[in-house]
Every structure is written in C-alpha cells, then in structure tokens.
C-alpha cells in the first residue's frame, strides 16, 4: 500500500507547487469585458498603460456582456466593462456590483451586403430597417447570446413592433461580435454591430460588408464599469479594481482611450467619463 | 488561392523571426500540455493497476465507464471545472480559475482516462503467463503487476503520447476555464480562434502550423513506441 500512498502524495505535491508557482507576487485584477473591447484591440493599447503608472496589471476576460455581468456576480472577477446601461444600474441597485461610472461610447450601426436588397439606405431610423428586413425576410444574423449588442438589437426589434423569434430569416448565431459579422458577410445578410468591432476587422475590404444605416440616436452605445461589490465578495481585489475605474475615468485614462485608433488611424472609442 | 499561399509565406516569417508574443504563446501551450499529461500519466497508470488487480463485479461496471471517459467532450469538461473552481463553487476559494492551473487540471481530467484506457487494455492483453510466472516465483501481488506494467512499457508510453496529442490540440475546456487572458492563458489553440474572429489570419496561420508540426511529432514519436512494442 506504501506505493499508492507515495503516488498520490506525489501528485498532491505536484498540483500544489503548480498552485504556489502561478500564485506569484505582482498585483492582478480580472476585468470580465465584451468581445468588442478585446477584438477592437483597446485593452491590448490601454493596459500596458495602465500598469506602468500603478504597477496593476489587469487580466481580461472576453465574454458577451451577459455573461461578464454573470461571472461579476459569482464573484469570478474584481470589475466589469460592458455596455448595458440599464442591467448595470438594475445590478448596482441589487447590490451585485458598486461604483458605476460611465466610461466612453461608440454607436452601433447596421451593416450588410452593398446590394442591399431590403433597401434599408433609404430609411433614416434603425426600427424602419429592421421594419423593412422583416418585410422583405432578408436574413438577419443575430448575436443570440445575450451580450449588450443582442439586448440592443432586441430593444429595436420590440421597439419595431416585430417578433422576430423562429422566423426563418432569423438567424442567431450565438457567437462574438467578428465571428457574427463573418457570418453575415457568408450568407449576404444584415446583422447590427457596434462600429469599434466592424472598423476594426483585418480584413474588412475582403469581407464585403457595408454601412447601410447609422446615426439613429437609438444606436448609441455606452460603456460603462463597475466593481464587484465587495461585501457580497470579500475576497475580490476592491481597492486594485477602484484604482482602475478611478483611473479610466481620469483625465489621463481618457486621454489614453481617445488616442487608441485601429490600423487605418479611426478613432474607435470616445471617452465621456462623468 | 493567391491569399492562402500569400498569407502562408507571412506565417512562415513570423515563426522564423521568433516574434516574442508568438513564442510565448506556444511555450505556454507546451508547459500546461505537459505538465497536464505528467500528472494524468502518473494518476492514469495507478488507476489502470487499480482496475487490472481488481477482484470485485464492480470491474464490469467500471471498464465501459472508463472506456466512455476516454472520449470526453472537452467543453463538457471545461464547465464542470469551471463550476467547481468558480468562487461560487465548492472549490472557489482556491483561487483557481482564470489562471494556468485551471487549464493543467481540465486538461488532466481530459488525459487521465486515455492513458488510464490503454494502459489498461495493454495490460490485460499480455501474456498471462508473466503475471503467473512471478507469482510462481513469490513476488507478491504489486510485484507481479510492475512485471506487466514493464513488458507493456511500449503501449503506456504511446497512451501517454495519445493523451498529449490530445490535449495540445484541445480548445473547448482551456477557453472556459482559462479565459483566453493575454499573456496569461492564451495558448495555441484559443489564439487562433481569436486571431481567425479578428482577421489577422497570418499569426493564426502561424500557430497552426506550429500545432501541425508538434501533432506530427508526436505521431511521429508514437509510430515508434507501436513499432518497438510490436517487436518485442
């Protein structure tokens, strides 16, 4: 029986020098964030500065917005970036989360092929697109994964006065933002995209997707963070976590966000910090 | 067709050029893989002695249980960790989650019934006659099965083989529990998901071929240990 023994001490060791080994000690923080943040490439250019003027480094993990907000209230992470207003402000009043602060926006806008055969470019407001894709039953490819730009997408859809659910133009993928917009470029559909996401896309010109309606003021698209509430989670890393939201919303991280541009030199976040 | 060859030749510059980023992603991928197949080598083969000296029914039930386990989905498995390591979990406190470890341990649950099914099969394969042979001699019970364990050697090492092609090349349970962080968690596979969502084929491409090349490898290496097993 000594053999066993030995064997799974052995082991029992292993996993704890493994644990002890990437335990080390440089302060980290975990920010659950949407895939339009991590695929537009800001964190990759906000982090780094980030650490050098507090020594934090931050941790991203790219989700939908639904579901940054649920690893939030598990306690899996010490602060969320996301871009649902309302579920933010309904979490904070639920005690889930502490300290919102508005932090930049962009504008989603609705894209798809050129030839674009529901005519939506004659049309000024999202609701009278969407009106005429579902008049028309040209595919529509929807996040379907209850992230902020599938609750935004449903909002215009109720707003429309439309049920879009089972049609047979209704396509939810249940993917991230450029992983839909792929799909929509394959099957020649329309599909609702924030613009950091769409402008951001290597290899945009290839994909053969197009503008077809923007600056509908329902289109807006706020971001905002928040900490996990910490006496609902006493272990989560509160005071690092504010040292981040206070430093997003200062003069400097704001800067920082407004001189982040993609490879063709846009603008993909403007900041307006409160 | 012109694209593909194009971007091809690009990925082959960013190998060659040892981009930092490029490295450690593969280094990363090489140290959670490994360590992972270290660990479920060492539990597979207990529990294949396990399952081979035992005496009782229960066997029946467990072989099958054992086969099914080799071909878990890893997504499955990656949520089940998940759920266990999440500080709403039973195992919150630990800490784990979001970091290598998580990945170590998913990919171990992965291996550990791959190695554990081989060697098992390898071991009730071999001539009966050496287990009877040393306990003829007086070896005791562990001392007979060691014996087969050693003739077997060749079909243990090419389960251990199987179960790092395994797991190198598996996305669904380190995206769960490993999150994708930069620099932190990301390794080969989940870079090219996310290289290939963005666009930027070239470095997915680069990576792929980096896989490739360690799945052949390691093919490779288990061509080997089959051939030498055989002979013997």
Known sequence: MNFWRSSILCILLVIMVLAVSTGNAETRIRCASTTSTQNSGLFEYILPLFEKDTGIKVDVIAVGTGAALELGKRGDVDVVLVHAKDDELKMVKQGWFVNRHDVMYNDFVIVGSPEDLADIRSVHSAMDAFRRIAESKTKFISRGDNSGTHKKELSIWKAAGINPEGKKWYLQVGQGMAKTLRIAANLRAYTLTDRGTYLSLVDREKLGLKILLEGDPILFNQYGVMAVNPEKYPHVKYKEAMTFINWLISDRGQKAIASFKDARGNQLFHPNAD | ?232
Do not use: W
């Not at chain 2, 195992?91 to 019934?113: F, R, S």
């Not at chain 2, 395994?166 to 932190?184: C, F, K, P, Q």
């Open chain 2, 1 to 232: 067709m012109g694209f593909l060859i194009e971007s091809t030749l690009k990925a082959v510059g960013i190998i060659t050029s040892l981009d930092r980023e490029f490295i450690s992603i593969v280094l990363l991928s090489l140290r959670v893989s490994g360590t992972a197949v270290i660990i479920a080598t060492v539990a597979g083969i207990l529990l294949a002695v396990c399952i081979y000296q035992m005496q009782s029914p229960v066997k029946r039930l467990l072989i099958p249980l054992l086969n099914t386990s080799m071909g878990l989905p890893p997504v499955v498995v990656g949520l089940f960790i998940y759920l266990l390591l999440s500080r709403s979990g039973p195992l919150g406190t630990l800490n784990l989650l979001y970091t290598p470890t998580a990945m170590i341990i998913a990919q171990c649950v992965l291996a550990t019934p791959i190695i554990a099914g081989i060697a098992h099969a390898s071991m009730i394969s071999a001539d009966p006659e050496i287990r009877f042979t040393a306990l003829c001699l007086g070896a005791s019970e562990l001392q007979a099965t060691l014996r087969v364990i050693m003739e077997t050697r060749y079909s243990i090492l090419s389960s251990v083989v199987a179960g790092l092609g395994r797991v190198i090349a598996e996305v669904g349970a380190v995206l769960i529990v490993g999150g994708n962080i930069a620099g932190y968690t990301r390794v080969m596979t989940t870079a090219i998901a996310l290289e290939a969502d963005r666009g930027d084929f070239i470095l997915a491409i680069a990576l792929g071929m980096i896989l490739l090349l360690l799945s052949l490898g390691i093919n490779a290496v288990l061509y080997i240990f089959q051939k030498r097993g055989a002979i013997d």
